[in-house]
């Protein structure tokens, strides 16, 4: 992902903001405290670089070898096509407990904006079925000329379609932040809907990393910068207030990592993973085979 991606890091501002107020009243109305589900998750897992260090001599066996070492994937590739039989075949390709966010068609959010999309709709609903127990949000990222003057098209859209699938959705222009009016407007449609916001931690629109919680869930897309001391010192706090909402009362939080080199994903996922199990909050992922993820240059063997 190439959203808010700087060639220069220095300088920037990576504190996270305090969470907004709405959050500890969203959080406290879950009386019934039950365990985090925290799953990392990775983009893709077509990426050469990916595939050699996950190991594995096929897009099937790539598939298997991603689903030991983490338990989601954003599944950005629907955005472009998909179909019936290729849910299917991911899905069974997968461990039980492993879950696929598959993102809405570009004919959808792009080309439609929103508007007159029933039956692209309709087909995309009927496909992600497919998928069966491991299909899990469904999200999608609004164009970046997408503002908060198309409100009530968000509306109209969130209305009819957050009743079919659990939805997540990423706005990327800045007048939804820009005004305080647009961005309670939009915070609260999303928590009337039970629509999860998506946070996103990318370094150029630091405002997008807006912290808001509308629902019991949370999706988080963060992008990385090959490495940077700065990508782990971020994951460091982003351990911490995951930990705090999860000692809140979140029931579940998708973190989807994207690096420019896809195979340093993994670093990232291994370096939170260690955090959150030293805050007490390991990440799911009973099916894990072995400890630890894959080193550069190790061999999971031939699928």
């Known amino acids: 992902m190439e959203f808010g991606r700087l060639p220069d890091v220095r300088g920037v501002d990576f504190t996270l903001p305090a969470d907004p107020a709405r959050n500890r009243s969203l959080l406290r109305a879950t009386e019934e405290r039950v365990p985090c589900d925290l799953r990392m998750g990775l983009p893709s897992w077509s990426d050469l670089g990916l595939a050699a260090r996950l190991g594995g001599k096929s897009p099937a066996g790539v598939l298997r070898a991603h689903g030991a070492a983490v338990p989601a994937n954003e599944l950005n590739s629907t955005f472009y096509g998909y179909t019936a039989e290729r849910f ?21 959010t792009h080309d439609g904006m929103l508007e007159g ?24 990222a609004l164009p970046p000329y997408f503002g908060a003057a198309r409100l009530g098209t968000l509306a109209a859209f969130l209305d009819e379609w957050a009743r079919e699938l659990p939805l997540a959705v990423e706005v990327r222009d800045p007048s939804w932040f820009q005004d305080q009016g647009a961005t309670d ?24 990393a807006h912290m808001t919680l509308s629902t019991s ?22 351990a911490e207030r995951l930990t705090s909402w999860a000692d809140g ?16 994903t993994l670093d990232l996922a291994e370096h939170l993973e260690r955090r959150l199990a030293e805050a007490g909050r390991p990440v799911l992922g009973p099916w ?16």
Not at 187 to 207: K, N
């Open 88 to 108: 299917r075949r991911w899905a069974a390709s997968v461990p039980e407990g492993f879950l696929f966010c598959p993102k809405l068609p570009r004919t959808v």
């Open 117 to 140: 999309v029933e039956e692209e709709m309709g087909a995309f609903v009927e496909a992600t079925a497919s998928l069966g127990a491991r299909r899990g949000l469904t999200w999608f």
């Open 185 to 208: 407007a939009l915070f609260g449609l999303l928590e009337s809907l039970s629509v999860t916001a998506i946070i996103t931690d990318t370094a150029g629109r630091r405002d997008c």
């Open 217 to 238: 869930r949370t999706l988080i897309r963060f992008v990385g910068n090959a490495l940077h001391p700065s990508d782990f010192q971020r994951l460091d706090r982003w």
């Open 249 to 264: 009362g979140l029931e579940q939080a998708y973190f989807f990592f994207h690096q420019q080199d896809e195979a340093q």
């Open 288 to 303: 894990r085979a072995g400890s630890g993820f894959i080193p550069p240059g190790a061999q999971l063997g031939l699928f």
